[in-house]
């Protein structure tokens, strides 16, 4: 009987393990099914608060939209503003520049003209002097070479004579010659005739005696007969040398006499002409020294009137450097100050000028003086030079810009003297309504005169010392005056 009771038990434990497992697998179904219908509902209702967020975000977006291209428009008004300005200002500065560059070219084309001229002068005083040079050159050679051309013919002439004068004295010196010539031949063959008949006496006297003799001599001195033989013709061709030797010295001589005379002559003539030709050349080296001082003189103007232009035009060059400097600076100044311009003035930089000429036709300008209104009305009409207008809507600004500083300096002061004013009445309210020694010094509004209080009394302020000062024209005018 006891294991039925622990069967049953088994029973009952096993039935509630299904049951629980039962219940178990049915919770977990239950708690899939709650989690899949909790994920379903969550995805509905983030779809709908999506919606909603989506048709929020859509709005919000919408208005800062809105505001965006309000805001958008608003600056690209303010764009096309400043780039109007800016392009207005462009415009400007585009014709302040192109002002100032056709000012420049003007004035480097009237620095060009007058370099032109002057060079051209230069060169034509120039080319005057050398035309002057060459003339005088000219005239000068043209003397030089008539002056040789006669002194060549009349050298000319002069040997023309010499040589005429030398072939009559040389005909005249054969004649003399042939004549001598026949009368010594003459005297010779007469001399030589009869020292013929003397010497054929005595020589057949001496062939006579000297046969015999030769004849013993012959015998004795045969071999001394042939060398006298030799030494007789050796002394015959020696003898002829001899003779023709001085035949050329007598010539030589003749001859070294004739050109000594004709070198005595020529020295002479060579002596005048060289003195003659010295004197000349003294004249043209002084007049050379002349020339070549004058040139130097005109050098040395030229070369100083090249240093004049030459400083002048660097010094042109450093002024047009320094106002382009001083130019690029005021339109620095002015993009520097443009940020800080208002409104008003990117929209309208310049003031409009009173029209003087038009009030003074409309006769709402008064003068007493005729004189007066004739000098006004000639300084309107008087419009000037066109260049004079250049700077007028630069002046027209910084006139605007001087008057604002004016008027803050003025309204500075005006602020400071009101402070000054609140101060020291605020002191007397102060002293009002306390007591001190320092309060009971001074003068207080505690004193009541005639029912009459020093409240809101502003203390005197004394004036600096000022000193005198007297103007130089002033000072001058009285010395001259004394």
Same mark, same amino acid.
């Given at each position: 009987?006891?294991?039925?009771?622990?069967?049953?038990?088994?029973?009952?434990?096993?039935?509630?393990?299904?049951?629980?497992?039962?219940?178990?697998?049915?919770?977990?179904?239950?708690?899939?099914?709650?989690?899949?219908?909790?994920?379903?509902?969550?995805?509905?209702?983030?779809?709908?608060?999506?919606?909603?967020?989506?048709?929020?975000?859509?709005?919000?977006?919408?208005?800062?939209?809105?505001?965006?291209?309000?805001?958008?428009?608003?600056?690209?008004?303010?764009?096309?503003?400043?780039?109007?300005?800016?392009?207005?200002?462009?415009?400007?500065?585009?014709?302040?520049?192109?002002?100032?560059?056709?000012?420049?070219?003007?004035?480097?084309?009237?620095?060009?003209?007058?370099?032109?001229?002057?060079?051209?002068?230069?060169?034509?005083?120039?080319?005057?002097?050398?035309?002057?040079?060459?003339?005088?050159?000219?005239?000068?050679?043209?003397?030089?070479? +008539?002056?040789?051309?006669?002194?060549?013919?009349?050298?000319?002439?002069?040997? +023309?004579?010499?040589?005429?004068?030398?072939?009559?004295?040389?005909?005249?010196?054969?004649?003399?010659?042939?004549?001598?010539?026949?009368?010594?031949?003459?005297?010779?063959?007469?001399?030589?005739?009869?020292?013929?008949?003397?010497?054929?006496?005595?020589?057949?006297?001496?062939?006579?005696?000297?046969?015999?003799?030769?004849?013993?001599?012959?015998?004795?001195?045969?071999?001394?007969?042939?060398?006298?033989?030799?030494?007789?013709?050796?002394?015959?061709?020696?003898?002829?040398?001899?003779?023709?030797?001085?035949?050329?010295?007598?010539?030589?001589?003749?001859?070294?006499?004739?050109?000594?005379?004709?070198?005595?002559?020529?020295?002479?003539?060579?002596?005048?002409?060289?003195t003659h030709l010295r004197t000349e050349k003294d004249h043209i080296a002084k007049h050379f020294q002349e020339l070549k001082a004058?040139?130097?003189?005109?050098?040395?103007?030229?070369?100083?009137?090249?240093?004049?232009?030459?400083?002048?035009?660097?010094?042109?060059?450093?002024?047009?450097?320094?106002?382009?400097?001083?130019?690029?600076?005021?339109?620095?100044?002015?993009?520097?100050?443009?940020?800080?311009?208002?409104?008003?003035?990117?929209?309208?930089?310049?003031?409009?000028?009173?029209?003087?000429?038009? +009030?003074?036709?409309?006769?709402?300008?008064?003068?007493?003086?005729?004189?007066?209104?004739?000098?006004?009305?000639?300084?309107?009409?008087?419009?000037?030079?066109?260049?004079?207008?250049?700077?007028?809507?630069?002046?027209?600004?910084?006139?605007?810009?001087?008057?604002?500083?004016?008027?803050?300096?003025q309204e500075g002061k005006r602020l400071t003297k009101e402070n000054v004013q609140l101060r020291s009445i605020l002191k007397q309210?102060?002293?009002?309504?306390?007591?001190? +020694?320092?309060?009971?010094?001074?003068?207080?509004?505690?004193?009541?005169?005639?029912?009459?209080?020093?409240?809101?009394?502003?203390?005197?302020?004394?004036?600096?010392?000022?000193?005198?000062?007297?103007?130089?024209?002033?000072h001058h005018g009285n010395m001259f005056a004394r």
């Amino acid at each position: 009987m006891a294991p039925k009771p622990q069967q049953n038990r088994a029973n009952a434990m096993e039935d509630y393990d299904n049951l629980l497992k039962k219940q178990r697998q049915r919770l977990v179904a239950s708690s899939g099914l709650e989690a899949r219908n909790t994920k379903y509902n969550m995805s509905r209702i983030q779809e709908s608060w999506l919606k909603i967020m989506r048709s929020a975000k859509t709005k919000q977006l919408k208005k800062q939209v809105e505001i965006i291209s309000q805001n958008h428009e608003r600056d690209v008004d303010r764009k096309d503003a400043i780039l109007q300005m800016l392009d207005r200002d462009l415009d400007e500065a585009e014709e302040q520049h192109q002002v100032a560059v056709r000012s420049h070219l003007l004035n480097v084309d009237r620095l060009l003209e007058i370099q032109q001229s002057r060079l051209k002068a230069l060169d034509e005083e120039f080319k005057r002097d050398v035309n002057t040079l060459q003339e005088e050159f000219r005239i000068e050679r043209v003397h030089i070479q +008539e002056k040789h051309a006669l002194e060549k013919r009349e050298l000319a002439l002069i040997v +023309e004579q010499v040589e005429r004068d030398e072939k009559n004295r040389e005909l005249a010196d054969i004649t003399d010659h042939q004549s001598q010539y026949e009368l010594i031949k003459n005297k010779n063959i007469e001399e030589d005739h009869q020292m013929r008949q003397k010497l054929e006496e005595s020589i057949e006297e001496v062939r006579s005696k000297c046969s015999a003799a030769l004849v013993n001599y012959k015998d004795r001195t045969e071999s001394d007969t042939t060398k006298y033989k030799d030494l007789l013709k050796e002394d015959a061709v020696l003898s002829g040398q001899v003779e023709r030797r001085l035949r050329q010295v007598a010539r030589m001589q003749d001859s070294i006499q004739h050109w000594k005379q004709k070198l005595a002559q020529n020295r002479a003539e060579c002596e005048e002409r060289n003195t003659h030709l010295r004197t000349e050349k003294d004249h043209i080296a002084k007049h050379f020294q002349e020339l070549k001082a004058k040139m130097n003189g005109f050098r040395t103007e030229e070369k100083k009137k090249l240093a004049d232009l030459t400083q002048n035009a660097r010094n042109c060059t450093k002024s047009l450097k320094e106002k382009l400097s001083l130019a690029e600076r005021i339109l620095k100044t002015a993009e520097l100050c443009r940020k800080f311009e208002t409104e008003r003035e990117k929209v309208l930089p310049f003031y409009l000028s009173r029209d003087l000429m038009q +009030e003074f036709e409309e006769g709402e300008l008064e003068f007493e003086d005729e004189d007066l209104k004739e000098e006004i009305r000639k300084e309107l009409t008087d419009v000037g030079i066109e260049e004079w207008t250049y700077l007028d809507n630069f002046f027209k600004r910084y006139n605007k810009v001087k008057l604002d500083y004016l008027a803050v300096e003025q309204e500075g002061k005006r602020l400071t003297k009101e402070n000054v004013q609140l101060r020291s009445i605020l002191k007397q309210f102060l002293d009002g309504v306390s007591v001190n +020694e320092d309060v009971l010094a001074n003068p207080n509004p505690l004193l009541v005169v005639n029912g009459k209080v020093n409240l809101n009394h502003v203390p005197v302020k004394r004036p600096a010392d000022r000193t005198a000062y007297v103007e130089a024209q002033t000072h001058h005018g009285n010395m001259f005056a004394r």
